[in-house]
T-cell receptor
Framework: DTEVTQTPKHLVMGMTNKKSLKCEQH?????MYWYKQKAKKPPELMFV???????INESVPSRFSPECPNSSLLNLHLHALQPEDSALYLC???????????????FGPGTRLTVL | GDSVTQMEGPVTLSEEAFLTINCTYT??????LFWYVQYPGEGLQLLLK?????DKGSNKGFEATYRKETTSFHLEKGSVQVSDSAVYFC????????????FGKGTTLSVSS
């Protein structure tokens, strides 16, 4: 299984809602990532988990709260979002370590989020 | 800091034309280099990669060679198809645990029949 799955595919939420994005992989990868991608822009890194511990937080507002409950799952909890947070949210995973073979990131199809 | 520079798009070609998309990077050390493709409405797919100098990555007729002397990783295809229309991202990643990808701005390719 070389797939990263994300649910839901599309999400529309109001500014007072609480919702969660989910990501799952069964490749045995111990690094997982959240990226945000605005239209016609490259993905921007938000968070990195390594061995289920948060290792990078790229100064993301606290209305985004990541969670890694186990080595296969990654969640992104959303609360009190703003319309400018509307974007494609991409999850990725990779192996961890210094070996050259460990560098490939596998991306999920993304969740397209619209905040009204 | 580390960065990736891609040629600005959009690139518009006719079917069977030759494609080159330029990519250069600033390097401290020996990064791995990648090209990702994003088709309309989809996530990113790895197109090809190279992990050391002079390596050539290839896939689906696309090729790119890791040129350390010019810090470049230009993407080429000899004959594009309409189905190649997508956004192409060059990216680098350094060989350190937990280091995420650094992406270029992306180049939109539009191929007409």
């Amino acid at each position: 299984d070389t797939e990263v799955t994300q649910t839901p595919k599309h999400l529309v939420m109001g500014m007072t809602n609480k919702k969660s994005l989910k990501c799952e992989q069964h490749m045995g990868h111990r690094a997982m990532y959240w990226y945000k991608q605005k239209a016609k822009k490259p993905p921007e890194l938000m968070f990195v988990y390594s061995y289920e511990k948060l290792s990078i937080n790229e100064s993301v507002p606290s209305r985004f709260s990541p969670e890694c409950p186990n080595s296969s799952l990654l969640n992104l909890h959303l609360h009190a979002l703003q319309p400018e947070d509307s974007a494609l949210y991409l999850c990725a995973s990779s192996q961890v370590g210094r070996g050259l073979a460990n560098n490939e990131q596998f991306f999920g199809p993304g969740t397209r989020l619209t905040v009204l | 800091g580390d960065s990736v520079t891609q040629m600005e798009g959009p690139v518009t070609l006719s079917e069977e034309a030759f494609l080159t998309i330029n990519c250069t990077y600033t390097a401290t050390g020996y990064p791995s280099l990648f090209w990702y493709v994003q088709y309309p409405g989809e996530g990113l797919q790895l197109l090809l990669k190279a992990t050391k100098a002079d390596d050539k990555g290839s896939n689906k007729g696309f090729e790119a060679t890791y040129r350390k002397e010019t810090t470049s990783f230009h993407l080429e295809k000899g004959s594009v198809q309409v189905s190649d229309s997508a956004v192409y991202f060059c990216a680098v990643r350094y060989n350190q645990a937990g280091t995420a990808l650094i992406f270029g701005k992306g180049t939109t390719l539009s191929v007409s029949s």
